[in-house]
């Protein structure tokens, strides 16, 4: 499965890397040599990265975190798309919105506002504002959908985020990093492997490559997604086993209620002896005859 990943991956050109002079010298290790002034990465640490992420990813979401794909630049927004849906998880395509992440009540506020003036033009209420006013709306909402419809059903803070292009998404990893949310993304030659916790070093000019492994990314969510049934199944199973009804007798008061079950084997034997004490010194009593009258 590796050796055909790899191979699929240096068919796509996974492999190329930026001009020798704009590279980043922290990517030094990930670089394997030099062609021209192309430098050339090294496949074996991009693969490692990818299984890297994929264990990542699926423990997220087994835990029952949410994934965001984000990747802005024209080569990754559709192979950002087709991932998220692929998956079923969440995707920023077009613009990262500074306070995306730490103001996340503000961006709630406004896909509910977005709710609101959908709902407006379903029910023709949009249509019945003044032409000035009706355009003016129908800029908002356009707008509003354009920047956040892929997060639209993101109702709390994600659990990972999966960049491409570390250095032009410094936004979404500087506020991930301030949050404490991991995160992991695609790095040229030219970016900085600090700013992510998982890198996975690649050509994220090629957009075959970037679809190759998001779409491995994906898989490992959907895997994810699996090991939550199975865990619910299991604590489910495990919380049956424990709900076991008691065995135990209960007492009754005097007055008619329930008193509580006693805990103790040992008290049991104790109060049945001094509840049987009584009755059988009664039942001596009442055998002796009675004393003649001097």
């Not at 613009?95 to 023709?124: C, K, P, V, Y």
């Not at 032009?168 to 492997?193: C, F, H, N």
């Amino acid at each position: 499965m590796a050796k055909q990943l790899a191979r699929e991956l240096i068919n796509a050109g996974v492999h190329f890397g930026h001009g020798v002079s704009r590279w980043n010298p922290k990517m030094a290790p990930y670089i394997f040599a030099k062609r021209g002034t192309i430098h050339i990465i090294d496949v074996k640490k991009t693969l490692k990265g990818v299984l890297i992420a994929k264990k990542l990813l699926a423990e997220v979401v087994a835990s029952g975190g949410d994934v965001v794909f984000v990747g802005t630049k024209r080569q990754a927004q559709k192979a950002v798309e087709a991932a998220a849906k692929r998956c079923g998880m969440h995707h920023v395509s077009e613009r990262w919105l500074g306070g995306m992440l730490t103001n996340f009540r503000t961006i709630r506020s406004r896909l509910q506002r977005l709710e609101q003036l959908e709902a407006m033009e379903q029910d023709g209420s949009l249509e019945a504002e003044s032409k000035k006013q009706a355009s003016r709306l129908k800029r908002e909402m356009r707008k509003i959908r354009t920047n956040l419809d892929g997060v639209r059903k993101m109702s709390r803070l994600p659990g990972a985020i999966v960049v491409v292009d570390a250095k032009k998404e410094y936004l979404a990893l500087r506020e991930a990093a301030k949050l404490g949310i991991p995160t992991a993304g695609v790095l040229d030659t030219d970016s900085d492997p600090d700013t992510v916790d998982v890198a996975i070093p690649a050509n994220d000019d090629s957009i075959r490559a970037v679809e190759i492994i998001l779409n491995e990314l994906a898989d490992a969510v959907a895997i994810g997604k699996t090991m939550v049934s199975v865990r619910q199944q299991e604590s489910g199973d495990a919380r049956q086993r424990k709900a076991r009804p008691s065995r135990r007798p209960v007492m009754a008061r005097a007055d008619g209620a329930a008193a509580p079950a006693v805990v103790a084997a040992d008290e049991q034997a104790g109060d049945s002896e001094v509840a049987s004490g009584p009755e059988e010194g009664s039942a001596v009593l009442e055998s002796e005859p009675p004393a003649s009258s001097v």
